[in-house]
């Protein structure tokens, strides 16, 4: 069965240091892996999705994941974090040869710290 | 366009009742899903429908259902309510299962 990992329940980083939001998944096919994010009182917003081709997709806001088959990861990075980055970030996972539902992670918070 | 709407968003029901939430896709979109979100579980997956078709569907009960209209609109309906149920029940649509997908603001459900 297809499942995916976020290890931590939160993350905290100083404004201006590079962040990163740590994402492990499991499934017997090919992944389409996905970032989405949750402001405070806001709905999720999609952040950026890797399907295929090159390992580091660039998405919304200065955001970035690197797809690592080997380790089964999709770490979501940004260089320079910013207070506005405060939110709660969801990782998210299909098996699509199987098109197989979408999983979602727990959730990791982000507080970024001025 | 306009973004996914749901309707209603905020609900409050007892113990035994039952409750339709409505959610309106993006223009174009063929695909909803709907989750549950909770404090301790996080996002959890209830179902997905593509062309008025149910494609997948998550591990919950059957009070759970849900169905697409031919316009895309999709209806979920809880039946015997459960203190438990108590969520956020969050409507997403796409365009194809690979694809992301596009939120709405929810359907805060309280069950008392």
């Known amino acids: 069965a297809q499942s995916v990992a976020q290890p931590e329940d939160q993350v905290n980083v100083a404004e201006g240091n590079p962040l990163t939001v740590k994402c492990t998944y499991s499934?017997?096919?090919?992944?389409?892996l996905f970032w989405y994010v949750q402001y405070p009182n806001r709905g999720l917003q999609f952040l950026l999705k890797y399907i295929t081709g090159d390992n580091l997709v660039k998405g919304s806001y200065g955001f970035e994941a690197e797809f690592n088959k080997s380790q089964t990861s999709f770490h979501l990075k940004k260089p320079s974090a910013l207070v506005s980055d405060s939110a709660l970030y969801f990782c998210?996972?299909?098996?699509?040869?199987?098109?197989?539902?979408?999983?979602f992670g727990k959730g990791t918070r982000l507080h970024i710290l001025p | 366009k306009a973004g996914v709407t749901q309707t209603p968003r905020y609900l409050i029901k007892t113990r035994g009742q039952q409750v339709t939430l409505s959610c309106s896709p993006i223009?174009?979109?063929?695909?909803v899903s709907w989750y549950q979100q909770t404090p301790g579980q996080g996002l959890q997956f209830l179902f997905e429908?593509?062309?008025?078709?149910?494609?997948n569907k998550g591990n919950f009960p059957g009070r759970f259902s849900g169905r697409q209209f031919s316009n895309s609109r999709s209806e979920m309906n809880v039946s015997t309510l459960e203190l438990g149920d108590s969520a956020l029940y969050l409507c997403?649509?796409?365009?194809?299962?690979?694809?992301?997908?596009?939120f709405g603001p929810g359907t805060r459900l309280t069950v008392t």
């Open positions: 223009s174009g979109h063929r695909s």
């Open positions: 997403a649509s796409g365009t194809s299962g690979g694809n992301e997908q596009y």
């Open positions: 429908y593509f062309s008025e078709t149910q494609r």
């Open positions: 499934v017997s096919g090919n992944p389409y």
């Open positions: 998210a996972v299909r098996d699509m040869n199987r098109d197989d539902k979408i999983i």
